[in-house]
């Protein structure tokens, strides 16, 4: 059979198919963790400069119990990143083998790509990565320079089609093949225009590129750039309503400090729905918390509990 797409595989996430839409869901397939909550960028349409909750490194120990509890539990893909910068943790490369020593056959980076230089990406790629996404948000140096307060366009750039050679050279030495994906924001009017020829800088080094909307990240950005969609409706291609999201049936986050999160966006830790440091995956998964979240969704909804500001964009 062929490999997915990166689109498929989003698509596959966002889609809440029937046995899913439930208060106790089976196991997810996908599970997001934040090897580290630091990042190195301040971007405006992102809430993690807002500093809201505490940003430090994953502790080795409990990512390897993490890992053998999610194997355990049923989980097949595996993220190694949520809402902070991977590639600042210099273990990275071995939290990627480790994953790959415990039979996971699927996992995946998201990077903003400022650090993701040539030797760090092979080290990822040889470790077993199997899929490398960019998310690609400037239009030009200056743009982002205003908007992130970091001066590394030109270098993100340069690292995007760095990390196509390293893939090709990785693939022809080893045989193991990792996708390059990158994202962007969709904008219309003068940014829009502005985008594509931007894009048109990087698109010819990845094997797909897909637009994503504007995220008012549960009610905590969005304002500066534009109205914002309600919730997480996936990408622009092939959008979601916003109830019942996704995010909370098919696809989990671990948070570095060991709790489980029911949002895609949970800067502040307000949708905390267990703590894994005291209570297995599944028993999380299947909490009151989360069952009691769940039902509102079903409802369509879910005034007065922790989603009700993100949805409240529609």
């Known amino acids: ?31 997001k963790i ?13 809430a993690t400069g807002f500093k809201l909750r505490d940003k430090r490194d994953m502790d080795r120990g409990f990512y390897e119990a993490l890992l053998d509890d999610l194997k355990i539990s049923g989980v097949e893909e595996v993220g190694m990143f949520y809402l902070g910068e991977s590639m600042l943790l210099p273990w990275l490369p071995d939290a ?7 039979g996971f056959p699927y996992i995946f980076l998201t990077t903003n790509g400022r650090l993701a230089r040539p030797k760090k990406v092979r080290s990822c790629m040889e470790a077993g990565l199997d899929s490398l996404k960019f998310s690609f948000n400037w239009a030009d140096a200056k743009q982002m320079k205003e908007g992130s307060r970091i001066d590394a366009f030109d270098e993100i750039v340069a690292n995007i089609q760095g990390a196509r050679r390293v893939r090709d050279e990785v693939e022809k030495e080893t045989g193991h093949r990792c996708g390059l994906y990158a994202s962007s924001i969709m ?9 594509e020829k931007a894009i048109s800088m990087i698109v010819d080094h990845v094997d797909e590129h897909y637009f994503l909307p504007l995220y008012n990240q549960a ?3 969005g304002a500066a750039g534009g109205k914002p969609v309600a919730g997480n409706p996936g990408r622009v291609a092939n959008l979601r309503e916003p109830l019942p999201c996704w995010a909370v049936f098919t696809e989990a986050r671990v948070t570095f400090d060991g709790h489980l999160s029911a949002c895609c ?7 905390q729905m267990g703590n894994l440091k005291e209570m297995p995956f599944l ?14 969704h079903l409802e369509r909804d879910v005034t007065a509990t922790v989603c009700e500001k993100c949805v409240a964009y529609a």
């Open 34 to 46: 934040e090897l580290t909550a630091r990042c190195d960028l301040n971007c405006w349409f992102c």
């Open 96 to 102: 990627i083998a480790a994953a790959r020593a415990k």
């Open 283 to 296: 028993t999380a998964w299947h909490s009151e918390k989360f069952q009691t979240l769940r039902a509102a």
């Open 219 to 221: 009610g905590l950005t």
């Open 265 to 271: 966006f949970d800067h502040d830790g307000r949708f």
């Open 187 to 195: 904008y219309d009017g003068e940014q829009g225009q502005r985008m």
């Open 1 to 31: 059979m062929a490999a997915k797409t990166i689109s498929e595989r989003i698509d596959a996430i966002t889609g809440i198919a029937p046995e899913y839409r439930s208060v106790a869901p089976p196991c997810p397939r996908s599970v």
